[in-house]
C-alpha cells in the first residue's frame, strides 16, 4: 500500500531550527513535495525533491534519501508567520500525489 | 482572473440536495484534481483529468462525479449529499506534461457543511 507518515504536531521557539520528517512508501517514486498550508488556506508549493541530497532555498531546505524513503523539510530562523501546517507528498509511478496528513507547527515567541 | 477559483467559498446543503462545486483555471493546466480535506487526515483524492475530455477515479470516489468538457473547467457534482460529504474541498491543477513533473496549484477551497 501506499502510506506517508508525519508528526501530527511540533512546537519551536521563534529564530530557532526545526526539522519536520516524512516517511514514505509509494507504488513507484517520482519525487517528494513540500507544501505549507497556513489555516484556512490553500496549500502553497514550496520544494520538490527526486534525487537524493539537500535542497536549499532561502530559510527552507529539504532533504531525500531514497534508499530510506525519507525527507526532511528544515526550517532555520523561525519566524511567527511561519506557523501553518507542513504538508509532504510523495509522487507515484502514475505521477499522482499521495498526501500525509500534515504537520501543524506551532511557533512560539 | 488568475490562477484558480472556486465557487462558492462555503455551502450549508441539506441532507438529499443535488450540489455542484465549481472550479475555474486560466493557467491553460492540463491536468486538474479535487481533493477533500478532513481534520486529521491527508488530501483525499477525489476524481482527476488528466487533460479535457478524460476523466478518473481517486481515493475516494463515491457519491461525486465530473465532467471536463473543456481545459478550464473542472466542476465537481454530488447528486445526493450525506453528512459525510461535510469537509473543505480543494481544486487543484498541474501542467503535468513535462516529464511527469507535478507540482499542483490550489484553490481558495469551498467549505460544504451537509447537514
Known amino acids: 500500500g501506499q502510506n506517508i507518515d508525519q508528526p501530527t504536531e511540533m512546537t519551536a521557539t521563534e529564530g530557532a531550527i526545526v526539522q519536520i520528517n516524512c516517511t514514505y512508501q509509494t507504488s513507484g517514486f517520482n519525487g517528494l513535495f513540500w507544501y505549507q498550508q497556513h489555516a484556512g488556506e490553500a496549500p502553497t508549493f514550496l520544494s520538490y525533491?527526486?534525487l537524493d541530497g539537500l535542497e536549499e532555498k532561502g530559510r527552507f531546505s529539504s532533504f531525500l534519501s531514497r534508499s530510506k524513503g525519507y525527507s526532511y523539510l528544515l526550517l532555520k530562523e523561525l519566524q511567527m508567520k511561519d506557523s501553518a501546517s507542513y504538508l509532504c507528498?510523495?509522487?507515484?509511478?502514475?505521477?499522482?500525489?499521495?498526501w500525509g496528513a500534515g504537520t501543524k507547527l506551532i511557533i512560539k515567541p | 482572473i488568475a490562477g484558480i477559483t472556486q465557487a462558492p467559498t462555503s455551502q450549508i446543503l441539506a441532507a438529499g440536495r443535488r450540489m455542484t462545486l465549481r472550479c475555474t483555471q486560466d493557467m491553460r493546466h492540463n491536468a486538474m484534481y479535487w481533493y477533500r480535506q478532513d481534520l486529521g487526515l491527508g488530501l483525499r483524492l477525489i476524481h482527476y483529468?488528466?487533460?479535457?475530455?478524460?476523466?478518473g477515479k481517486g481515493e475516494v470516489p463515491d457519491g461525486y462525479s465530473v465532467s471536463r468538457a473543456n481545459t478550464d473547467d473542472f466542476p465537481l457534482t454530488l447528486a445526493s449529499a450525506v453528512p459525510s460529504q461535510t469537509s473543505v474541498y480543494f481544486c487543484a491543477s498541474s501542467d503535468k506534461g513535462g516529464g511527469g513533473y507535478n507540482e499542483q496549484f490550489f484553490g481558495p477551497g469551498t467549505r460544504l457543511t451537509v447537514l
Open positions: 507528498a510523495g509522487m507515484d509511478s502514475n505521477y499522482q500525489l499521495i
Open positions: 483529468s488528466n487533460t479535457a475530455g478524460t476523466t
Open positions: 525533491n527526486v
